[in-house]
């Protein structure tokens, strides 16, 4: 898809016809660029270059007429909403004693206590912001990830989960009864899972790719106790297009949604599913992350509610530049969800079990 023009102008409370592209909200911080966990490893992929790639892409394009926000840190006690208090204190005293490793794949250095707090802040104030009706979708471009990182564990680059606690500020803050958190990044995102993993209220839906970091996310792990049936785990092999991708978001997530009826859509968006992306081998193209954003879009126009992105994974930057561009630009109102069939084997055997709980 050629991404064409796009309207800027400021965000607005006025109807938009469908398909009229508009502005959301953008939130960042100069502080996510100072987590560089290269000072530890040298050829780690999460770099600061990633958001400059994005912003640099986005300032071309005028900020596709989004308002651009900075994203303010959070207080510690918000992050108790997801996280024990010992995990908080062990991450914040690793970083002021001048960072270190927390397990062979994540490090922190003295800066990354503070990003994490602005990643983690921007999350929930996009939140709050969506809420109080100042914007339809908003965007976090904020690092550290959080979907890797568990109530009591720091994993996978992420030291906060920057989305469940978004979706907590929803549900604890703001009175929210029902929050859709859809992940499509192409790691498996067990924190978000763990977090709400025995809750009704929290559907926690997302398309991985299998055999590869962290492991979790097995397509019979439906959610415990009073979740069940409220995790929705699928995961697809390597090499899968955006169709497969496309398909289970049409034919099992956005119905399972529409049978939850979620207040709030948050998308854990990863990028890293691009063909170009060094950590896995799925072929999608950054059009393909503007399809699937046309489709979440849709769902939430469909029950006029506002729909927020945070960025997770995502590591060939200029690639993830274009992808995020995409994206926003989807997400704002341009392009329309395009159907595709139903994939004949992933699709049915998804719905043998999420089929369950949910009428597909
Ligand atoms: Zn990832």
Same mark, same amino acid.
Not at 31 to 36: G, K, P, S, Y
Not at 41 to 48: E, G, S
Not at 144 to 149: C, D, F, M, Q, S
Not at 173 to 176: F, P, T, Y
């Given at each position: 898809m050629a991404l064409g023009p796009v309207q800027s102008g400021p965000v607005s409370d006025q109807p938009n016809p469908p398909g009229t592209p508009r502005g959301g909200l953008y939130l960042s911080h100069p502080?996510?660029?100072?987590?560089?966990p290269r000072a530890q490893?040298?050829?780690?992929?999460?770099?600061?270059e990633r958001l400059l790639a994005i912003e640099r892409r986005l300032s071309e394009r005028q900020w596709l007429g989004w308002e651009r926000r900075e994203a303010p840190a959070t207080e510690e006690?918000?992050?108790e909403l997801v996280h024990s208090r010992r995990h908080v204190e062990a991450i914040r005293e690793l970083c002021m004693a001048g960072g270190g490793a927390v397990d062979p794949d994540t490090f922190v250095g003295e800066a990354s206590f503070r990003a994490a707090l602005h990643a983690a802040g921007g999350a929930c104030e996009m939140t709050r912001a969506l809420l109080a009706g100042e914007a339809h979708t908003g965007f976090c471009a904020v690092r550290?990830?959080?979907?890797?990182?568990e109530p009591d564990r720091a994993m996978g680059f992420c030291l906060f989960n920057n989305v469940a606690l978004a979706a907590e500020t929803a549900i604890r803050?703001?009175? $929210?009864e029902r929050v859709l958190v859809f992940d499509w990044d192409v790691h498996h995102g067990n924190g978000t899972v763990e977090a709400f993993r025995d809750r009704p209220d929290v559907l926690v839906a997302g398309i991985h790719q299998s055999g590869i970091f962290p492991g979790t996310g097995s397509?019979?792990? $439906?959610?415990?106790?009073?979740?069940?049936?409220h995790t929705i785990n699928l995961p697809v092999p390597a090499g899968s297009e955006e169709d497969l991708w496309i398909s289970l978001l049409e034919h099992i997530v956005l119905p399972a949604a529409g049978a939850f009826q979620p207040q709030l859509v948050l998308v854990s968006a990863g990028f890293d599913a691009h063909r170009a992306d060094p950590l896995a081998g799925c072929l999608l193209a950054s059009t393909s992350f503007a399809r699937m954003a046309c489709q979440v879009r849709e769902f939430a126009e469909g029950l006029d509610i506002p729909v927020g992105a945070v960025l997770e994974g995502g590591y060939e930057p200029e690639a993830l530049a274009e992808s995020v561009e995409a994206t926003l630009a989807a997400l704002g109102g341009e392009g329309e969800a395009e159907s595709v069939a139903p994939d004949a084997l992933l699709t049915s055997r998804a719905a043998s079990h999420i089929g369950r709980y949910w009428p597909l």
């Open positions: 502080a996510c660029l100072e987590h560089d490893m040298p050829l780690h992929p999460d770099t600061p006690s918000q992050l550290p990830a959080g979907h890797h990182a803050e703001l009175g $929210v397509i019979s792990d $439906v959610g415990s106790g009073p979740g069940l049936g």
